[in-house]
């Protein structure tokens, strides 16, 4: 007979699996992820009994259902209203455009226009900054004379020399009655507390957590992360892109080196858009009454004719607006495709989109780290990329540090820079912002920093690859599987 002790025990691994068949049905039946999301998770569930539980709480939610930037019916009124009179004016033929390249390319203004409710704006100035001291230097500068206001997002802020550096310039514009708001993501800022943040607080700044957890110290979840990365001084200058504030991203870290990103410095019309997609993210994390339109009211002065459009997406959408965007790229491509990642780990769509390109004679080129800051994420992409190389991409290693850039220019006409990876994670579990850039000129300057690269790069052919070890193969075959929850 059994002892009570032997009972107990052999009730924990029924009461696991009882928990782990209502997820599983959860998942398949409430939940409605996609096939291969379903079946990633189906696998951790059940290959790791008790953990696979634990992994699912840290990383699976469903919050696509969730309208959690609200706007009010005004809003909406006003702002759809206006969108309405631009995409009229543009299928008419009566609006008039500055550049040959934002005119060949308005059925893709047409579809952000539409699908992603975004503003076309055209009267824009760019910098490009590759280099995190360049950008730090110009940030700073700016933020320095700023005169009335300064509005910041960022994924990470740490709490190392270039963050406290970064902390103290917006504590001293507060202290000369700038206002100031700063929103970070509460998992990428887990360095920074309100004692940190005090002296901020007592000059007349302002704070806030992004999806802060609801308990200080509990662990919060991976996913559904605010990754990006805004600043919108005076209304009138925005800066966009991948850098976020700490030492590794000005090239101090010992593991990275060299830090390669990419990051826009933009004036003009483009502004308020950025500076409405921050003062969503700030309404929604602070539950402070500010009114969407009055990113509009202030005129522009900016005598730019760069095209551009700000897209988000997120996953309160399911809309996946800016992989639509790269969708759109891809296919209307007729002369090359340059893309610059640090995380490749796409959809099938977007995989079947580049293979088609190629195929079509398309000279497509991808360019990924040589060194991994997520392991699976890593050997994920180096499965991914493969099959690229099979059909007949160019597939380049960079070697000078860490590649944390997230472009792709199109035939020389378009390109979009921002926060978004190409992977599942940026299109459907994070919050995420890129400009869409119709100028020649501009995208002219993004190919041949990418040109410039691939003289630090070494390219992977299809007989190197080929040689790879079983070792490695059995890693890449596990990470795509685990790929949709990466």
């Known amino acids: 007979m059994l002892s009570i002790e032997w009972v107990g025990l052999i009730k924990i691994p029924v009461v696991i699996y009882a928990i782990n068949f209502a997820i599983a049905f959860a998942i398949i039946f409430l939940e409605r992820k996609n096939p291969s999301a379903t079946l990633a998770w189906i696998m951790v569930l059940f290959m790791l009994p008790g953990i696979g539980i634990f992994l699912y709480l840290l990383l699976s939610q469903n919050i696509s259902r969730q309208r959690i930037f609200n706007l009010s019916n005004y809003e909406a009124s006003i702002l759809g209203s206006a969108l309405k009179d631009q995409i009229r004016h543009i299928q008419s033929g009566g609006y008039v455009f500055t550049n040959r390249e934002a005119e060949k390319w308005q059925d893709m203004i047409l579809l952000h226009q539409r699908y992603s409710k975004s503003f076309f704006t055209q009267d824009n100035s760019l910098s490009v900054f590759t280099d995190g001291l360049h950008k730090f230097d110009s940030l700073f500068k700016d933020i320095s004379a700023a005169s009335h206001s300064i509005n910041i997002m960022y994924f990470i802020i740490k709490r190392d020399k270039m963050g406290q550096a970064f902390l103290h310039a917006l504590t001293q514009k507060a202290k000369e009655g700038i206002e100031v708001r700063l929103l970070i993501d509460a998992l990428g800022g887990r360095q920074i507390n309100p004692s940190i943040l005090k002296d901020l607080t007592e000059a007349g700044g302002k704070y806030a957590f992004f999806f802060a957890p609801k308990l200080k110290f509990l662990t919060m979840k991976l996913n559904y992360r605010n990754h990006r990365k805004l600043v919108i001084i005076d209304d009138k200058i925005g800066y966009l892109g991948g850098f976020n504030v700490a030492d590794e991203y000005v090239g101090r870290s010992k593991k990275f080196g060299n830090w390669r990103d990419t990051h826009l410095r933009l004036t003009g019309s483009a ?146 820079v921002g926060s978004a990876n190409f992977d599942i994670r940026s299109f459907h579990l994070n919050f995420e912002v890129n400009a869409f850039i119709y100028d020649g000129k501009e995208v002219a300057k993004l190919e041949h920093i990418f040109e410039k690269d691939m003289e630090v790069s070494e390219e992977l052919t299809w007989e190197k690859y080929c040689q790879r070890s079983l070792w490695i193969k059995f890693k890449e075959s596990m990470s795509r599987l685990l790929s949709d929850l990466l």
């Not at 760069?306 to 790229?329: F, N, T």
């Not at 990642?341 to 398309?362: C, H, M, Q, R, W």
């Not at 960079?398 to 944390?404: P, S």
């Open 271 to 416: 502004v308020q858009d950025m500076n409405a997609r921050f003062l969503l993210d700030w309404r929604f994390a602070t539950k402070e009454h500010l009114l969407l339109a009055s990113a509009y009211y202030n005129e522009t002065t900016d005598e730019g004719t760069s095209g551009i459009q700000i897209v988000s997406c997120g996953p309160d959408s399911r809309r996946s607006e800016i992989k639509r965007g790269y969708l759109k790229m891809i296919s209307s491509a007729k002369k090359n495709i340059y893309i610059q990642t640090p995380y490749f780990v796409p959809d099938a769509s977007i995989i079947e989109s580049l293979k088609n390109a190629i195929f079509s004679g398309v000279d497509v080129r991808i360019m990924i780290p040589c060194m991994p800051d997520h392991m699976f994420v890593y050997w994920a992409t180096y499965s991914y990329v493969g099959d690229l190389l099979e059909s007949g991409a160019k597939i380049y290693i960079y070697k000078n540090g860490f590649l944390h850039a997230k472009n792709i220019c199109v035939d020389g006409e378009v390109a979009s």
